[in-house]
Protein backbone atom coordinates (compact mmCIF):
# COMPACT_ATOMS: atom_id res chain seq x y z
CA UNK A 1 0.00 0.00 0.00
CA UNK A 2 2.89 2.80 1.00
CA UNK A 3 6.22 2.68 -0.82
CA UNK A 4 8.61 4.94 0.67
CA UNK A 5 12.15 6.23 -0.69
CA UNK A 6 14.64 6.00 2.27
CA UNK A 7 17.35 7.55 1.75
CA UNK A 8 21.04 5.14 2.60
CA UNK A 9 22.24 8.76 2.91
CA UNK A 10 23.56 9.98 5.93
CA UNK A 11 21.73 10.36 9.03
CA UNK A 12 20.04 13.56 9.04
CA UNK A 13 18.73 12.84 5.45
CA UNK A 14 17.70 9.27 7.07
CA UNK A 15 15.44 10.70 9.80
CA UNK A 16 14.32 13.49 7.62
CA UNK A 17 12.68 10.79 5.02
CA UNK A 18 11.65 8.89 8.01
CA UNK A 19 9.74 11.78 9.06
CA UNK A 20 7.78 12.25 5.78
CA UNK A 21 6.99 8.52 5.50
CA UNK A 22 5.52 8.61 8.73
CA UNK A 23 3.55 11.93 8.45
CA UNK A 24 2.17 10.17 5.05
CA UNK A 25 1.34 7.39 6.95
CA UNK A 26 -0.17 9.09 10.21
CA UNK A 27 -1.79 12.15 9.03
CA UNK A 28 -5.71 10.94 8.34
CA UNK A 29 -5.57 8.37 10.74
CA UNK A 30 -6.74 8.53 14.36
CA UNK A 31 -6.58 5.60 16.03
CA UNK A 32 -3.58 6.26 18.13
CA UNK A 33 -2.49 2.37 18.44
CA UNK A 34 -2.84 2.12 14.41
CA UNK A 35 -0.69 5.23 14.40
CA UNK A 36 2.10 3.75 17.26
CA UNK A 37 2.19 0.62 15.22
CA UNK A 38 3.22 2.18 11.96
CA UNK A 39 5.25 4.28 13.49
CA UNK A 40 7.38 1.05 15.20
CA UNK A 41 6.95 -0.58 12.30
CA UNK A 42 8.79 2.12 10.25
CA UNK A 43 12.04 3.00 12.52
CA UNK A 44 12.36 -1.29 13.03
CA UNK A 45 12.40 -1.66 8.80
CA UNK A 46 14.44 1.52 8.31
CA UNK A 47 16.82 2.25 11.44
CA UNK A 48 19.92 0.16 11.77
CA UNK A 49 20.93 -2.05 14.26
CA UNK A 50 18.03 -2.19 16.24
CA UNK A 51 16.88 -5.22 18.64
CA UNK A 52 13.72 -3.04 19.66
CA UNK A 53 11.44 -0.71 18.56
CA UNK A 54 7.95 0.62 20.30
CA UNK A 55 5.98 2.42 22.83
CA UNK A 56 5.21 2.47 26.30
CA UNK A 57 2.05 3.98 26.71
CA UNK A 58 0.93 5.94 29.91
CA UNK A 59 -1.82 4.50 31.51
CA UNK A 60 -3.00 5.65 34.68
CA UNK A 61 0.69 6.40 36.96
CA UNK A 62 2.28 3.35 34.71
CA UNK A 63 4.06 2.79 31.58
CA UNK A 64 2.29 0.13 29.91
CA UNK A 65 3.69 -1.82 26.53
CA UNK A 66 2.10 -0.52 23.38
CA UNK A 67 2.79 -1.29 19.99
CA UNK A 68 6.55 -2.46 19.24
CA UNK A 69 8.73 -4.96 17.13
CA UNK A 70 11.09 -7.20 18.48
CA UNK A 71 11.55 -9.27 21.07
CA UNK A 72 8.24 -9.87 23.94
CA UNK A 73 8.66 -6.68 26.39
CA UNK A 74 7.84 -6.21 29.84
CA UNK A 75 4.35 -5.35 29.96
CA UNK A 76 4.31 -2.67 32.95
CA UNK A 77 7.43 -0.30 33.98
CA UNK A 78 7.04 2.35 36.86
CA UNK A 79 7.45 6.05 36.18
CA UNK A 80 11.02 6.40 37.63
CA UNK A 81 12.16 2.94 37.05
CA UNK A 82 15.04 1.45 34.05
CA UNK A 83 15.42 3.56 30.92
CA UNK A 84 11.99 3.90 30.06
CA UNK A 85 10.80 5.27 33.54
CA UNK A 86 13.81 8.07 33.69
CA UNK A 87 12.63 9.48 30.78
CA UNK A 88 8.61 9.86 31.92
CA UNK A 89 10.24 11.04 35.23
CA UNK A 90 12.18 13.68 33.99
CA UNK A 91 10.34 14.53 30.56
CA UNK A 92 13.66 14.32 29.27
CA UNK A 93 15.32 12.07 26.35
CA UNK A 94 17.44 9.51 27.80
CA UNK A 95 20.80 8.77 25.37
CA UNK A 96 22.44 5.21 27.26
CA UNK A 97 25.66 4.05 25.28
CA UNK A 98 25.63 1.18 27.73
CA UNK A 99 22.56 0.01 29.63
CA UNK A 100 24.39 -1.99 31.60
CA UNK A 101 25.47 0.54 33.52
CA UNK A 102 22.42 2.91 33.79
CA UNK A 103 21.28 2.39 37.29
CA UNK A 104 18.14 0.18 37.42
CA UNK A 105 18.29 -0.83 34.06
CA UNK A 106 15.60 -3.37 33.50
CA UNK A 107 16.86 -6.32 30.58
CA UNK A 108 13.46 -7.26 28.64
CA UNK A 109 16.22 -8.59 25.97
CA UNK A 110 19.92 -9.39 27.57
CA UNK A 111 20.81 -8.71 23.86
CA UNK A 112 20.09 -4.71 24.33
CA UNK A 113 23.21 -3.24 24.98
CA UNK A 114 22.55 0.92 24.01
CA UNK A 115 19.20 2.27 24.15
CA UNK A 116 17.40 5.72 23.20
CA UNK A 117 13.91 6.71 25.26
CA UNK A 118 12.01 9.75 24.33
CA UNK A 119 9.28 11.36 26.14
CA UNK A 120 6.13 11.84 24.29
CA UNK A 121 3.97 14.81 25.56
CA UNK A 122 1.10 16.43 24.06
CA UNK A 123 -0.32 19.18 25.58
CA UNK A 124 1.39 19.27 29.42
CA UNK A 125 0.70 16.35 29.34
CA UNK A 126 2.93 12.45 28.98
CA UNK A 127 1.14 10.29 26.56
CA UNK A 128 4.31 7.40 26.66
CA UNK A 129 7.98 7.11 25.40
CA UNK A 130 9.07 5.93 22.32
CA UNK A 131 11.78 3.60 23.02
CA UNK A 132 14.68 1.77 20.85
CA UNK A 133 17.04 -0.53 21.90
CA UNK A 134 20.28 -1.67 20.02
CA UNK A 135 22.66 -4.58 20.59
CA UNK A 136 25.69 -2.70 19.41
CA UNK A 137 26.81 -0.41 22.74
CA UNK A 138 27.17 3.45 22.06
CA UNK A 139 24.85 2.61 18.69
CA UNK A 140 22.60 6.16 19.53
CA UNK A 141 24.20 9.60 19.16
CA UNK A 142 22.70 13.08 19.29
CA UNK A 143 21.45 13.37 15.25
CA UNK A 144 19.73 9.92 16.38
CA UNK A 145 18.26 11.66 19.83
CA UNK A 146 16.93 15.05 17.57
CA UNK A 147 15.74 13.18 14.84
CA UNK A 148 13.20 10.90 16.96
CA UNK A 149 12.47 13.71 19.22
CA UNK A 150 11.17 15.43 15.66
CA UNK A 151 9.16 11.95 15.15
CA UNK A 152 7.61 12.02 18.76
CA UNK A 153 6.87 16.06 18.05
CA UNK A 154 4.99 15.02 14.90
CA UNK A 155 3.52 11.65 16.34
CA UNK A 156 2.46 13.48 20.01
CA UNK A 157 -1.53 14.76 18.82
CA UNK A 158 -1.74 11.76 16.56
CA UNK A 159 -1.54 9.48 19.52
CA UNK A 160 -2.32 11.60 22.43
Request: proline share 6%; aromatic share 6%.
Amino acid sequence: MYQFDIAAGDKAELYRDILSALDALTADEPDAIANMANAAALLWQYLPDLNWSGFYRMVDDTLVLGPFQGKPACIRIAVGAGVCGAAAATRETQLVADVHAFPGHIACDAASASELVVPIIHEGRLVGVLDLDSPIPGRFDAQDARGCEAIVSLLAPRIA
